[in-house]
């Protein structure tokens, strides 16, 4: 008997055992480290890179000193940038707290002492892909488990019939799935990618129902496949490959049962549909809002295909852009607190970089009026899932291009939302190759000054 062989024998070998969790299901709810302050993540991505200074991070000095050049040397950035230039929009105070918010955004406005707005963040590459990947994935190379993969591993899932993680996109944006992968985790982590540009179910999640065999006669099919599985792990022990395309088959056929009514956003009364059926974003936040509401772990949802908030030539886009995210932000988190669900469920919003305070002069622009990426300084919101409300976290320079108080890296982000989920990121790794991966790889501190 060889060693492999001796292994199998073991309580009918460890393959089996790792089958036959699968084929049950058993990718029930963890126990977390601690208690924890959130259950699910919607993590709102406003991919492109949303300007900092013209949206939550006013700075007067831009309109004092609009049309002359920043103080000191000339800053590098990724294209030629020429003099400050002052936000097209007014900032007004707003709520208890007295934050200052654009007047693009009046729906955050008027709720904004539900909102910790973290105006020192960083990161540490201009490039979108990489940028992209690190705020996804905790690294700028892809292969990395992504953020839901790792909520996902450490919590599992809440709901047999549907996803652990869900991305919503209309399209793709830079990088597709990479964004959403398990990397090196068994596959069943990673994404399920849907993209939000219809509103029928069947046209959302193509092939839902069989047009071939009902549902008893699937059952049976995926039967003869978990006895052949079986016998094959049996001979052969443990493989991952199998283990999780059998539990994807599984996955898919209980999804049958529930995606349907999950994604039908028609099943909400017309009333609450009006206030989020602005655009395929604001139709997004409507389904996150029915799938936490029914125990998905984490809903990711990026803004539109490609880079819609990289608005090199014209930030007053900003404004167009604003209008289709603004309001159905504003219903999530009213809907959120009416369904009970506000306290547990942790509201992520931002993007993969800022935008400079000066106006980009490359000579490729047509109109003049854009700004190009910002690596030192951006600001991302966060509220719900145990975070304090109506505050202003850090801070950036006088003209918003550099964090300088308080910064928070994109890894200090990752271990505070994973610290919000009742983990420790140093403690929650995954062997592979070796050596023990984290979301946070060897880096991260958690923000406690922002914790409820």
Excluded at 28 to 57: C, E, W, Y
Excluded at 199 to 220: F, G, H, M, T
């Amino acid at each position: 008997m060889n060693r492999r062989q001796l292994l199998q024998s073991l309580g009918g070998g460890f393959g089996w055992a790792g089958m036959q969790a699968a084929l049950q299901g058993a990718e029930g709810a963890r126990r977390p480290h601690f208690t924890p302050k959130a259950k699910h993540v919607i993590f709102l991505f406003l991919n492109g890179g949303m300007s900092q200074v013209d949206t939550f991070d006013p700075k007067p000095a831009l309109a004092k000193f609009d049309g002359t050049p920043m103080p000191g040397p000339k800053i590098k950035t990724d294209r030629a940038s020429g003099n400050l230039m002052r936000s097209p929009w007014e900032f007004r105070r707003h709520g208890q707290s007295g934050l200052e918010v654009s007047e693009i955004f009046p729906g955050i406005a008027k709720r904004i002492d539900d909102f910790c707005v973290v105006r020192s963040m960083y990161t540490d590459t201009g490039n979108h892909g990489p940028s992209l990947q690190l705020m996804n994935c905790g690294h700028q190379l892809p292969g990395r488990p992504s953020m839901g993969a790792w909520v996902t591993y450490g919590l599992g899932t809440e709901n047999r019939n549907l996803p652990g993680f869900v991305v919503l996109c209309p399209g793709f944006p830079v990088l597709g799935s990479s964004l959403w992968s398990s990397g090196y985790m068994p596959s069943h982590y990673q994404g399920v990618h849907i993209q939000n540009s219809a509103i029928e179910p069947e046209k959302l999640v193509p092939n839902l129902r069989n047009a071939n065999l009902n549902s008893d006669e699937q059952r049976k099919q995926l039967d003869l496949a978990k006895r052949l599985n079986q016998k094959y792990l049996q001979r052969t022990g443990a493989d991952d490959q199998i283990e999780s395309a059998v539990q994807s088959l599984e996955s898919a056929f209980r999804l049958q049962t529930e995606a349907a009514e999950v994604f039908d956003i028609r099943k909400e009364p017309e009333k609450t549909r009006a206030r989020y059926d602005v655009s395929d974003f604001g139709r997004g936040c409507l389904m996150a809002l029915r799938m936490v509401e029914r125990g998905v772990r984490m809903v990711q949802m990026f803004y539109g295909n490609g880079q819609p908030w990289d608005n090199h030539d014209d930030i007053r886009v900003h404004a167009k852009l604003a209008a289709k995210t603004d309001g159905p932000i504003a219903a999530l988190v009213d809907d959120l607190k009416l369904r009970g669900l506000f306290d547990e469920t942790l509201i992520i919003i931002g993007s993969e970089f800022g935008r400079t305070p000066m106006i980009q002069n490359s000579g490729l622009e047509k109109l003049g009026c854009g700004r190009d990426h910002n690596v030192p300084g951006f600001t991302v919101l966060l509220a719900g899932g145990g975070v304090k409300g109506g505050m202003a976290y850090g801070a950036t320079d006088e003209f918003g291009f550099k964090a300088v108080e308080n910064k928070v890296h994109v890894h200090d982000l990752h271990a505070t939302a994973l610290h919000l989920l009742g983990f420790d990121h140093t403690r929650l790794t995954y062997r592979h190759a070796g050596r023990d991966f984290r979301l946070t790889d060897v880096h991260g501190n958690v923000v406690k000054e922002i914790l409820a």
